[in-house]
């Protein structure tokens, strides 16, 4: 019978998990949700110098938010017990051994070994001479005197080969009783039972250190799969805060939205291949074509404005409730005291150019705030006293006209005619002296949404301010 497909996500709290990290997280969800298996979070969190409290939570909510709920979870310190049993079989068998070093006596090694350019090794000095088992040590394992290659065929990579000859022996158990991420690692994902370790390339190095755990407790090792890394935009290293990368936390609280989110993720290190262009997929297609094999091998490069670009088709996807109701928090104050059917009616009018939620204040701030009169003298592109002429004269036509879009529109475009000017000039001193801005929504939805009252009192305000 095959082996059920168990998989986990296994980041270590030490800081916020941001787009990179959150898209190891979702191939592995992708992955067990297509096998019918288990998606596992496990929080990694033994190296205690550092851990920080707050990335649990951080990475928890960024899971809830994104709908990546893990089927199963487990806290490594909350396992110490565990760690501990296995270490002991193997300091039983002889892999690990004892070690009392200072860190000065091994800052020491690795000095010499940088100034001889050489990989640093731990000397064995202990393994010599050993010292007093009840002082505080190390346990280290004991990597084998002759060479030999280390291979594994990736899931991703192909053939990897490593030469144990390049290894130092590495620590398992720290001088405070916690295990050292590849100790832990390697027990949980045996007693897991995790079918294929999907984790990002950085960790490839330490795979080797892993196969000769599994070795030494004769477990067979699940399927690695090293999943590319994601480069910031200059496509040169691996993506940081110093790309502007954000945590996911911080896409929700601007207003992206998590299919945007989600789809952008997919995309980087996964293609559906055979020449497809497909760029917008629902979860469930996701499912359905991720395949280990379509996971390149290549970098990702992390491209901000295509996240932005992609949030903004699925804003646009949205019905009008539903818009209106994600909305709901990112309102300004005061916008927050009108009625929904105002504010539905001005979220129809921005949708189309809407790319995430936060942009709704800067956006709809003249709806709830008359604009600076001046505005004309600094955006206008006609003459003041051209200006002045055509604003005196629209406020006669308005005042005369039905306060509907049709209405309006039919009346400023015959007086466009009648002035002899063009109507997109006109159009233009009347959106900056109602809206304060060149680039806003439709004039006669703006004037409509706006009500005839407020349209009037701004007008008659920039007709004054042009003197
Ligand atoms: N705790 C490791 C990290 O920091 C996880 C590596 C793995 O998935 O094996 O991401």
Request: aromatic content about 10%.
């Amino acid at each position: 019978m095959q082996k059920q497909t168990r998989v986990r996500f296994a980041p270590s709290p030490t800081g916020f998990l941001h787009i990179g990290g959150m898209r190891s997280a979702l191939f592995n969800w992708l992955f067990a949700r297509k096998s019918d298996g288990v998606f596992m979070l496990r929080m990694e969190d033994t190296d205690r110098e550092r851990y920080v409290p707050e990335a649990v939570k951080q990475i928890k909510d960024s899971h809830d938010w994104l709908g990546l709920t893990p089927d199963e979870s487990a806290v490594q310190s909350e396992r110490l017990d565990i760690y501990k049993q296995h270490s002991e079989q193997l300091v039983e068998n002889g892999q690990l051994y004892r070690c009392w070093c200072s860190p000065e006596r091994l800052d020491k090694l690795r000095e010499t070994a940088r100034a001889a350019r050489q990989p640093f090794k731990y000397d064995r000095h202990c393994l010599t001479s050993p010292g007093d088992p009840d002082k505080p040590h190390v346990l280290r394992f004991k990597i084998g005197d002759t060479p030999k290659s280390i291979a594994w065929d990736d899931a991703v990579r192909d053939h990897m080969e490593f030469e144990t000859g390049d290894l130092d022996d590495f620590v398992c158990i720290k001088t405070d009783g916690y295990p050292t991420y590849n100790f832990a690692n390697v027990v949980d994902d045996h007693e897991m039972e995790i079918s294929h370790v999907m984790r990002a390339e950085e960790f490839l190095a330490s795979t080797p250190k892993h196969l000769l755990l599994y070795a030494a407790f004769g477990w067979e090792p699940p399927v690695f799969a090293h999943m590319p890394q994601v480069l910031g935009p200059d496509g040169k290293s691996k993506l940081s805060k110093r790309h502007g990368a954000q945590s996911v936390l911080e896409y929700r609280d601007q207003g992206y939205l998590p299919d945007a989110i989600i789809n952008f993720m997919a995309q980087l290190g996964w293609n559906e291949g055979s020449g497809s262009t497909k760029e917008i997929y629902s979860r469930q297609e996701l499912i359905e074509a991720f395949t280990l094999e379509r996971i390149q091998k290549s970098p990702a490069i992390f491209d901000p404005e295509r996240l932005t670009w992609l949030n903004g088709v699925y804003i646009r996807s949205l019905a009008p409730s539903e818009l209106a109701k994600l909305s709901e928090p990112f309102w300004s104050t005061e916008a927050k005291s009108s009625s929904s059917e105002h504010k539905l009616q001005i979220l129809g009018l921005i949708q189309e150019r809407l790319k995430f939620l936060a942009e709704i204040p800067e956006l709809t701030d003249f709806f709830f705030t008359d604009p600076d009169p001046k505005a004309l003298k600094q955006f206008g592109k006609l003459q003041p006293s051209e200006s002045k002429r055509l604003l005196e004269a629209s406020l006669e036509v308005l005042g005369k006209s039905t306060f509907e879009h049709d209405s309006l529109e039919k009346a400023l475009r015959a007086l466009a005619d009648e002035l002899d000017v063009k109507t997109g000039a006109l159009f233009g001193v009347l959106r900056i002296a109602i809206t304060g801005k060149v680039a806003a929504p439709g004039l006669f939805e703006t004037m409509v949404a706006l009500g005839e009252d407020s349209t009037l009192r701004r007008l008659k305000a920039a007709t004054s301010a042009l003197r």
